[in-house]
Structures are given as structure tokens and as C-alpha cells.
């Protein structure tokens, strides 16, 4: 097992409840998370999404999954570039996610794990995860699979929140997000635990494992020329292929 950040019993004890609790977590507080996201502006903007998507290598034509899918947000900007909604399916292992996700007609929303993709070996030409790959179990599985799906030559893009490299940044982000963003959350959203959702949001971030391991395990799993991308110190656009031969 290769998680990508230590147990965080605050919330959880175990692997098997961390993995219901997250689940259980997004389901309940998805009609509020597009609304929270708006509002705090942390960087996953439509802008940003698609340069990051352009940037990775997303063109149109190419047959996309994303992973993670959420409420849509990432696989509404694949469809955009792609040009043509049945070319993109969105997996989400939360049931009320796939059920609240906004993306334009003809995307296909499955039901999944990023462990265990619902999907035929060599299917697609490009995999994308929007700022989800803190909440999957095993890194080395989720990647393992990555590889599977995609086509010889196929590319990936793994967007994330990292910590910024500086005390004093570090310190405002931790404010920021563990603070005024619940505070925000409580105040715009209308479920009880979606300011919770968003503590538990920055606790995954400032216990996740470092960038340079998350590039070793998109390595190990037979990807090439993995590298990572860093806007404004903390979002991180990670990019690799699957080799052509």
C-alpha cells in the first residue's frame, strides 16, 4: 500500500474507514462544492484548467478520463478542448458527486476508484485528475492504472495543491485554509459539513507526500518524462506519457 499522506485520525482510523469517510463526506457536501470553490478562488479556475489541460498535451479529438471527476469541473474543460462531449467520461468513487456533477451533455459519469478504472486496458489518449489525488488509497495502484488505460503514447495531467516551499507562505496558506475558507464554507454552503470538508481539504494537503515522490510512483508505474509544473508556488500541474513502444 502506497497512500499518499499519513492517517489522519481526526477523522478517521483505519484505511477501510478513511476510505467509506471520504467517500461519505463528498457525497453528502457535493451540492455545496462548485459554490465554496467560486468563493475561495484557490486557482482551479476555468482559466487554469484549460492551460493546464492545453499545456499537457489535450487536443482535439483525443478520448479523455477523468479521474476524480467531481462535480465536473475539469471534464467540463476537457470537453471544451476535445470538442466533442462523448469523447470524455468522468470516474468518481462518490455516488453523490457523479449524481450533482455539472458537464456538458454527453460526457459519461461512471462510478470508480482510481484503483480500479472501470474501463478497458488501452482506451484512452489522455488522463486527467483534478485536485483529488490526496483522497485515492494507493499511489502506486492508482498510477499502475493510469498506465493500463491509456494508449501507448497516451499522456497524463494530475492537478494539485502542494505547499508552498517558504515558512511564511506555508504559514499564510495554513491560515487561509484551515481558517477563512471553513469560516467562508459555513457561511455559503448549506450543509453542516462542508466546512469540515474543507479542513480536512488543507489536512491533506500539509500531510501529503512530496511532489518528488509523487513523481518516483508516476515513474515506477512505466510512465516517461514525468515532470511537474508549479504556478503561483502551490498548484502543480504533474504531466508524463506512456511510451509509444
Do not use: N
Not at 451533455?105 to 488522463?127: M, Y
Not at 453542516?192 to 509523487?214: F, S
Request: hydrophobic fraction near 45%.
Amino acid at each position: 500500500m502506497d497512500p499518499p499522506h499519513r492517517p489522519l485520525p481526526a477523522y478517521y482510523t483505519g484505511l477501510d474507514e478513511r476510505r467509506q469517510w471520504v467517500r461519505d463526506i463528498f457525497s453528502r457536501t457535493a451540492g455545496d462544492y462548485d459554490r465554496v470553490e467560486r468563493a475561495m478562488a484557490f486557482g482551479s479556475g476555468s482559466w487554469y484548467r484549460r492551460r493546464a489541460l492545453v499545456q499537457a498535451g489535450l487536443r482535439a479529438g483525443m478520448t479523455v478520463i477523468d479521474v476524480g471527476v467531481g462535480t465536473g469541473l475539469v471534464a467540463a474543460a476537457a470537453a471544451g478542448i476535445v470538442g466533442d462531449a462523448t469523447l470524455v467520461t468522468g470516474v468518481d468513487p462518490s455516488p453523490g458527486m457523479v449524481a450533482a456533477a455539472k458537464v456538458p451533455a454527453g460526457v459519461r459519469l461512471l462510478t470508480g476508484s482510481a484503483e480500479e478504472l472501470p474501463l478497458a486496458d488501452a482506451s484512452a489518449d489522455f488522463i486527467s485528475m483534478g485536485y483529488a489525488l490526496r483522497h485515492v488509497d494507493d499511489l502506486a495502484a492508482s498510477f499502475a492504472e493510469f498506465h493500463r488505460v491509456l494508449r501507448p503514447g497516451g499522456r497524463l495531467c494530475v492537478l494539485e495543491i502542494t505547499q508552498p516551499g517558504t515558512d511564511w507562505a506555508r504559514a499564510a496558506l495554513r491560515t487561509y485554509m484551515r481558517r477563512v475558507v471553513p469560516w467562508l464554507a459555513a457561511r455559503i454552503g448549506r450543509h453542516r459539513d462542508t466546512p469540515e470538508l474543507m479542513r480536512y481539504y488543507w489536512d491533506t494537503i500539509e500531510a501529503c507526500v512530496p511532489p518528488e515522490a509523487v513523481l518516483a510512483a508516476v515513474t515506477a508505474a512505466g510512465f516517461a518524462g514525468a515532470d511537474r509544473q508549479v504556478d503561483l508556488g502551490i498548484f502543480s500541474a504533474y504531466r508524463a506519457h506512456r511510451p509509444a513502444h
